[in-house]
């Protein structure tokens, strides 16, 4: 498992740091996790965002205007996380929803089976996605019950397996992967009413990967947000669920739901000042991803110069 007492050590520290520019009021603060584990370092970036701040707006991927050109079932084209928000001016964006590639109608000859991650390529969202209350990708349900989903309304969130009659005041929404078709892996929450649940989250519990989670606050009011890079001995090694979920916790979360990640894992954030704070992607650049989660901020102006 992650040392806690180290995350513990640096969120202290980090959180200290902050408090002498911002107050709890802030509607974003954001830190790094430095910590081991037995397989060797973890490294990450969390974000917590006041929902209930009147600065602050979320969103995620908008609808996308279908052609008859796209493959049956397409519902986004693959994007950069950091492409995806410097268009759309975000001040905070990961990845979400896990995916599949959807292969065009008429291929080039020669590249039928030529389907990358590349920017443009046609993607199926898996599960619940909503912008602006447009359902992007409908709720998916297996075993009579929804997938995890963090759904966002107006000041605050809450995470549920999420059905169509959960959507009721929703202002958008993004998902995990629930129970699978084969009645194998349950698909529960990350941690669910403070208790870590990671051994019976999807997907690969047990295995070491770059990892997206996003968690609410026990109010509802904060929202928490966590990108742990992997598959980087020297930097990150990753983390399994359950070391996913301690940190979740240790950074207050009390639901908390796993999204898409390995080579996706991606976290940017854009400071008030323009710098901007990344993450370190496994595949050594930034993977075209079908769905985002973006913050925007609207930071103070500097008063005008006399």
Same mark, same amino acid.
């Given at each position: 498992?992650?040392?806690?007492?180290?995350?513990?050590?640096?969120?202290?520290?980090?959180?200290?740091? +902050?408090?002498?520019?911002?107050?709890?009021?802030?509607?974003?603060?954001?830190?790094?996790?430095?910590?081991?584990?037995?397989? *060797?370092?973890?490294?990450?970036?969390?974000?917590?965002?006041?929902?209930? #701040?009147?600065?602050?707006?979320?969103?995620?991927?908008?609808?996308?205007?279908?052609?008859?050109?796209?493959?049956? *079932?397409?519902?986004?084209? +693959?994007?950069?996380?950091?492409?995806?928000?410097?268009?759309?001016?975000?001040?905070?964006?990961?990845?979400? #929803?896990?995916?599949?590639?959807?292969?065009?109608?008429?291929?080039?000859?020669?590249?039928?089976?030529?389907?990358?991650?590349?920017?443009?390529?046609?993607?199926?969202?898996?599960?619940?996605?909503? #912008?602006?209350?447009?359902?992007?990708?409908?709720?998916?349900?297996?075993?009579?019950?929804?997938?995890?989903?963090?759904?966002?309304?107006?000041?605050?969130?809450?995470?549920?397996?999420?059905?169509?009659?959960?959507?009721?005041?929703?202002?958008?929404?993004?998902?995990?992967?629930?129970?699978?078709?084969?009645?194998?892996?349950p698909g529960t929450l990350l941690v669910e009413a403070g208790r870590n649940t990671g051994a019976t989250a999807?997907?690969?519990?047990?295995?070491?990967?770059?990892?997206?989670?996003? *968690?609410?606050?026990?109010?509802?009011?904060? +929202?928490?947000?966590?990108?742990?890079?992997?598959?980087?001995?020297?930097?990150?090694?990753?983390?399994? +669920?359950?070391?996913?979920?301690?940190?979740?916790?240790?950074?207050?979360?009390?639901?908390?739901?796993?999204?898409?990640?390995?080579?996706?894992?991606?976290?940017?954030?854009?400071?008030?000042?323009?710098?901007?704070?990344?993450?370190?992607?496994?595949?050594?650049?930034?993977?075209?991803?079908? #769905?985002?989660?973006?913050?925007?901020?609207?930071?103070?102006?500097?008063?005008?110069?006399?």
């Open positions: 498992m992650v040392s806690r007492r180290h995350l513990r050590f640096f969120a202290a520290v980090l959180a200290a740091g +902050l408090a002498l520019v911002a107050s709890a009021a802030e509607p974003l603060l954001f830190g790094s996790i430095e910590t081991t584990s037995p397989a *060797g370092p973890v490294r990450g970036w969390w974000a917590k965002v006041h929902l209930d #701040n009147p600065a602050v707006h979320a969103g995620v991927t908008e609808p996308l205007v279908v052609t008859a050109a796209d493959p049956a *079932g397409t519902e986004a084209k +693959l994007i950069p996380v950091n492409e995806w928000a410097a268009a759309h001016g975000a001040t905070l964006a990961v990845n979400a #929803n896990f995916f599949g590639l959807l292969k065009p109608s008429k291929p080039a000859p020669g590249l039928e089976d030529n389907v990358h991650y590349t920017t443009g390529v046609a993607a199926d969202i898996r599960g619940l996605s909503l #912008n602006d209350r447009h359902v992007v990708s409908p709720p998916r349900v297996m075993q009579d019950r929804g997938d995890p989903a963090l759904l966002i309304l107006a000041g605050r969130a809450r995470i549920a397996y999420a059905r169509d009659a959960d959507l009721e005041g929703v202002l958008c929404a993004v998902a995990g992967i629930g129970p699978d078709d084969k009645h194998k892996e999807r997907v690969g519990a047990k295995i070491r990967h770059p990892r997206t989670a996003v *968690g609410v606050s026990a109010d509802g009011r904060t +929202l928490i947000i966590l990108a742990i890079d992997g598959r980087q001995p020297a930097h990150s090694v990753g983390v399994t +669920l359950p070391e996913l979920a301690d940190l979740m916790i240790d950074l207050s979360a009390h639901d908390a739901l796993n999204l898409d990640g390995g080579g996706s894992t991606s976290f940017y954030l854009r400071r008030a000042d323009g710098s901007l704070v990344t993450n370190q992607p496994s595949d050594g650049h930034w993977r075209p991803v079908a #769905n985002h989660l973006g913050i925007w901020i609207d930071w103070p102006k500097p008063p005008a110069a006399k």
